[in-house]
Each structure stands twice: as structure tokens, then as C-alpha cells.
């Protein structure tokens, strides 16, 4: 580990639900598939990314969070950065610290250097991680609590590794299904007491332990391709979700989320949805 910067300006997360005050984002002008890196992108491979029409959709994407008073902060974008979109699995706040991701995929590495140079010039604490490979889409927060998914993104070593960067937190490993490509990708934590979960991606411990912690909104096979866990809460049971996930977003409804529908449907192509668009650096309470 290289601690690369210690300020003691605002950047604050302790769960993934409470008041949503400030996200980084980066444009998807660069949006593309090439090299195959999930099962998501195998699918809509020949067809491809509309760049008109998922610039359009993140716009829209990032009014809404505007309108809903979060400060929008965005990563200069690069055309060799295809994924460049997807800010969550750069980097994870914990506590009032940022930390930069060890990506896995060499296509992404060079989205490192621009998340630290938009830190720098926030004068935001962080820390770049280097071995083992972490991402922060296996990273959910739950208090004093760190759910890790083991994945073909994040290396089961950085359960040990993260016991020793954080001693006050309990980290539980959660390992995921082989086509599983992060864990936000199965699951997402809507409340202090609630979850949304797409079952088939664990073990049956796991899935029982989470069972046992969470009450679990199910999703279904065509609810998860379209990255139905992949919601965003934004604090006060308010989730943004996809408006082709009806009847996910119904069951939301009944469990008194507040939904808000934006269309994100080109973006999902390549294998990320809400969650991953948004990099929190400050919730609130």
C-alpha cells in the first residue's frame, strides 16, 4: 500500500443508503466495446454502444442526481478509456477515506491516474491500493461491516489485506458465481435492515448469513441481465432503477422505496448500471 495523499478536507461514507451529497462521475464519450470483459458485453457485442445515446442517457442520468441536490464531480475522460464510465470499481470511500483501486483488468488501468488527479484537485484523502487486486464494485458498506465479493475482479487475499488496512471493520468474504462479474452485480444494500439480491450468485451459506442480516428483495434471471441490483439509493428509501425492470420496480415499491425510473439501457450494455456510474465520496446521515 502507497499512501499518496493525506488531507483532511470532507469525504465521508459509512453504508450505501444514507443522503447522497457529492458522487464522481465520467462521461461515456468513449464508451465501446472491444475487448470482451464480461458476459453482459458478449451479448451486445455485434450490436454495440450508441455513444450519441448513452451520452444523452448519462446527461440525463446526472440531472437527476443534480436535481435530487448531489454534487456531481467528473473525471477527465480519454478516448483509450472505453470503460471509463463505470467510476465505482476505481475507487471506494470508507469512513472519511478514499481509497484507489488494484484493477485487475489491464484495460482499465489507465483510469487511475485521472481519479487522482480529480482527488488532488479536491484536496480529498486517499490511498492507492496496489496488490492484491480490489474493485469497488465488490465493496459494500455496512457500517463496521465490509461485504467483499470474491470475483474475477477482486482477489480472495484482499479479505486479509483489508483486515489489516482496517482493524475496527469486519470483513466477510462473499465469493460469487464464475459469470458474476462484480458483487454489486448481486447485490445491493437499500437499507439498514434491507437488501436486493440476485440469489443463484452465491453459495447457500452465503446466501443464508446474508438471510440472516438483511431482509432479501429477490431478483430473477431477466431482472439481473438487466443489472436489476444495480440500483443506486440516494437516502429517504429513494432508488434510482431502470424503468424496463417493471416488475422489480413494483416490489420496490411495495416494500416503500420511493422509485425513480432513469433510463439507462445503453450504458447496461456494457455490464454496469447505476451503481457503477456513481463513485459516492460523501453520504450523510
Known sequence: MKIANEKNHSCSCTDEYSLLKKVIVS??????????????????AEDNIDIEKAI?????????????????????????????VFTRDIGFCIDQHMYISSLASDIRQGEVKPLI????QLDLPFTRLFAPSIEGGDVLLDHSTIWLGISGRTDARAASYLEKVLPDH??????????ILHLDCALNILSENEAIIYPDAFSQ????????????????D??????????????????????????????????????????????IKSGG?????????????
Open 56 to 84: 444523452e442517457q448519462h446527461e440525463n442520468f446526472v440531472k437527476v442526481l443534480q436535481e435530487q441536490g448531489i454534487e456531481v464531480e467528473y473525471t477527465e475522460s480519454s478516448p483509450p478509456l472505453n470503460e471509463q
Open 222 to 267: 431477466q431482472e439481473q441481465f438487466q443489472m436489476g441490483t444495480n440500483v443506486l439509493s440516494i437516502g429517504n428509501r429513494n432508488v434510482l432503477s431502470l424503468p424496463q425492470n417493471e416488475r422489480l420496480n413494483a416490489v420496490l415499491s411495495e416494500w416503500g422505496f420511493h422509485v425513480i425510473e432513469v433510463d439507462l439501457s445503453e450504458i
Open 273 to 285: 448500471s447505476f451503481r457503477c456510474c456513481t463513485l459516492p465520496v460523501k453520504r450523510e446521515d
Open 117 to 120: 488527479q480529480l482527488m488532488t
Open 205 to 220: 451459506d452465503d446466501l443464508e448469513q446474508l438471510e440472516r442480516r438483511f431482509s432479501l428483495i429477490r431478483v430473477n
Open 27 to 44: 462521461s461515456p464519450e468513449h464508451m465501446r466495446i472491444t475487448e470482451i470483459i464480461n458476459e453482459t458485453q458478449k451479448h451486445y
Open 170 to 179: 469486519e470483513i466477510i468474504p462473499l465469493p460469487l458465481r464464475e459469470d
